[in-house]
């Protein structure tokens, strides 16, 4: 059993993606909690642009061909 | 929303997430059609309770994680777990602080990284996360549209993101 102000419960709640007030208040003094968080924002931004970089097929094709299947 | 409607809308966002998934793109666009298809079937049952974004996700992501028989279980313990606790002294402090790349990293070389460390995580935790992150979704949204509880979707991010950093934390040296 930990405190619930540890790094271990602050990176956990940071991780599930909901840091409490103690884990918020937590993150003021510990740095290494504070680079976790920045990486965990890191995860999602790079998350994004993969996303946003992937090469898709014509989407209008798609689009005639799927409404034209269902329509 | 009419049909037409809905496929001119979301088309692209529906793709892009099949694809990004790791679905091949030709097998995206079955996906992309199926996903419409069920709409349709059961447009009259669409109550409206969630978003129709949120709805057609949903779809297209239990479609995909079937079509693989990839609806596993999440597991009650996962490696994830014994992984991120041995990074802890006893008192939860760290023994292991983080390493590796911050905000300022080069994002192109990070996404190529990402890719590979993707293939690591079961395909719920995949799901969960790229459906968050990548599509956007809030947390209320991606409950709804992969059929988990607000507690499964918490363990799946916690284990999916762990897993994440600590292989971009390895690779990135």
């Not at chain 2, 693989?68 to 597991?75: N, Y």
């Not at chain 2, 023994?95 to 911050?102: D, H, L, T, Y």
Request: proline share 4%; charged share 25%.
């Amino acid at each position: 059993m930990t405190p619930f102000w540890s790094c271990r419960e602050t990176s956990r709640l940071i991780a599930e993606g909901e840091p409490s007030f103690w884990a918020r208040l937590h993150l003021l003094y510990c740095r290494h909690c504070r680079r976790f968080r920045r990486q965990i924002r890191l995860l999602g931004a790079v998350a994004r642009r993969r996303a946003g970089e992937l090469a898709l097929p014509d989407v209008g094709a798609v689009q005639v061909r799927v409404l034209s299947e269902l329509g | 929303m009419t049909l037409e409607k809905a496929v001119r809308a979301y088309t692209g966002d529906l793709l892009r997430a099949a694809i990004g998934f790791g679905v091949p793109p030709g097998q995206a666009e079955e996906l992309v059609a199926a996903t419409f298809a069920a709409y349709l079937a059961a447009q009259q049952r669409f109550e409206g309770r969630s978003t129709l974004k949120t709805y057609l996700f949903g779809i297209l992501y239990r479609k995909a994680l079937e079509a693989g028989r990839k609806a596993q279980k999440e597991l009650a313990v996962d490696p994830a777990d014994a992984a991120f606790e041995g990074r802890f002294t006893g008192w939860g402090h760290w023994s292991a602080p983080p390493q590796g790349p911050e905000k300022d990293a080069d994002q192109a070389e990070a996404a190529r990284l990402l890719e590979e460390c993707l293939k690591g995580l079961s395909d719920q935790q995949k799901a969960a996360f790229l459906i968050k992150e990548a599509d956007g979704l809030t947390s209320e949204e991606v409950c709804n549209a992969l059929a988990v509880s607000s507690t499964h979707l918490r363990v799946l991010l916690f284990r999916a993101r762990a897993k994440l950093r600590d292989c971009l934390e390895g690779k990135w040296k």
